[in-house]
């Protein structure tokens, strides 16, 4: 469990093998995209995994606040508390 | 003595596979890299034979071009792959192609939809090309089957301020100041999509090139499979000619040049943009030694019954030795090699997953 003052990031299998990430990190509270902009500092690269250029979330990932969707909101517009828990998983799609 | 080891890499739907030979008969390959991820383009490095270049495209995770110098056994992953700028509203959704540029630490990508993007720094960044991705026609270049996709990038190899690059479909475009500023060059070419008899000027958006390569000889002459029929360009030339000449069909996506012989192309008819498999169900390579006056069909080795695959735009390949290697990657997942120039052929590989492109290079010593 994260301590109170952090925020608990957790990142699928795909995205483990395909950035050598871990499963879960910390990050600080703030916005959705300054707790990214933060594990990039520590997973070069893993921002533009998740954002496309444009700085959305990107088309086939979903991101998820203690379990509530907010894939269509701009990752700066989310807020996130500290002992929050944020889902990142990729969508069903494939082939 | 041993000889300078064969590499060949093979991008498919599911990840990269490397196989390499000291002698072009006996293969050896490893566990993917990417496993599970699209490879559109792979390629070895020819100025130091040792680093792989890949565009790799995560249906989930998005689009990136990464760099081996172990054969893939690590990989450095960019903070940022190529990115379009802010104000252009576009987002990156694939990369099809990496080309390694002319000057130091210069490589290039190129991305769908329709865009071109250069690193000065072995990848670490990429700036976007402007001169062409922010061309006011931008928004009447049209995509083609597989997406509005920049496949073919052609520098110069002894004039870094010329490029010739391919997008799929709205045409070729050459520079000749660095990318500043672009033309077209279109003129000439016909197409099953476009009216009977007519041609396209050479300003005009809207051919369909799948392929692009030039004469191992001269940089200014350019050999082109189109969706209809396969071109040439001579140096001078202000429009393409037709070489289909005697092949099944006009209708196929690879072109390979021989590393050194002049005119000397090999390409894979399909049986049209109708039926996107090789006809009759049995594989040929074509081959012309002669700018595409006489096509030959080289088969031995490849099946020849019920067959009925498809070779995508990256998916045949040549090797720098003499006799020249030809490579080639099927949609049904088989990899071929030829150690004579095509005239026999044997598998390396079968079972793989749907090969997107074909590439072959020569390792350096310090990485063998």
């Known amino acids: ?95 | 003595m041993a000889t300078a080891k064969t590499v060949v890499l093979a991008g498919t739907r599911k990840g990269l596979f490397v196989y390499g030979s000291r002698d072009r008969r006996r293969w050896s390959g490893s566990a993917p890299s990417f496993a599970g991820v699209p490879v559109h383009h792979a390629v070895l490095d020819p100025r130091d034979g040792k680093t792989i270049w890949a565009a790799v495209n995560s249906m989930h995770w998005g689009p990136t071009v990464v760099r081996s110098t172990d054969l893939g056994k690590r990989w450095h992953r960019p903070k940022q792959g190529p990115t379009f700028p802010k104000a252009s509203g576009l987002s990156v959704a694939k990369v099809w192609h990496v080309a390694p540029g002319t000057r130091k630490g210069e490589v290039w990508a190129g991305v769908e939809p329709g865009g071109l993007f250069r690193s000065g720094d072995n990848g670490a960044t990429w700036e976007s090309v402007e001169g062409l991705n922010a061309r006011p026609d931008r928004t009447k270049w049209m995509p083609g089957g597989g997406g509005l996709c920049l496949h073919t990038i052609l520098p110069y190899p002894d004039d870094p301020d010329r490029m010739v690059v391919a997008i799929s479909a709205a045409g070729v475009f050459g520079t000749n100041n660095g990318g500043k500023s672009w033309r077209l060059m279109n003129g000439g070419v016909r197409g099953d999509f476009m009216p009977e008899g007519k041609a396209s000027k050479e300003d005009a958006l809207g051919i369909c090139p799948h392929k692009l390569v030039r004469d191992p000889t001269d940089p200014a002459v350019l050999f082109m499979q189109h969706h209809g029929g396969i071109y040439r360009r001579r140096r001078g030339d202000d429009e393409w000619t037709e070489i289909t000449r005697n092949l099944p069909s006009r209708f196929g996506f690879p072109l390979a040049a021989h590393p050194r012989d002049p005119g000397t192309l090999y390409a894979v008819p399909l049986e049209g943009d109708f039926n996107r498999v090789v006809p009759k169900g049995a594989f040929a390579v074509w081959r012309t030694r002669d700018s595409g006056k006489r096509w030959r069909r080289l088969a031995k080795g490849l099946p020849q019954e019920d067959a009925w695959l498809n070779v995508l735009r990256e998916g045949v390949a040549t090797d720098d030795h003499d006799p020249a290697g030809v490579y080639v990657g099927t949609t049904t997942g088989e990899l071929y090699a030829s150690r004579d120039e095509g005239e026999r052929w044997a598998t390396v590989a079968e079972h793989l997953p749907q090969v997107m492109s074909v590439s072959a290079g020569v390792l350096s010593g310090s990485a063998v």
């Open chain 1, 1 to 95: 469990m994260p301590g109170s003052s952090s925020v608990e990031v957790r990142l699928p299998r795909s995205l483990q093998l395909f950035w050598q990430a871990p499963g879960r990190m910390e990050t600080r509270g703030g916005t959705l995209a300054e707790a990214l902009a933060s594990l990039d500092e520590r997973q070069p690269g893993l921002t533009a995994r998740v954002l496309d250029d444009q700085g959305r979330i990107r088309e086939h990932v979903g991101v998820f606040v203690n379990r509530r969707d907010v894939r269509d909101r701009a990752p700066k517009d989310v807020a996130l508390n500290p002992g929050d828990v944020v889902d990142i998983i990729g969508a069903v799609s494939g082939g």
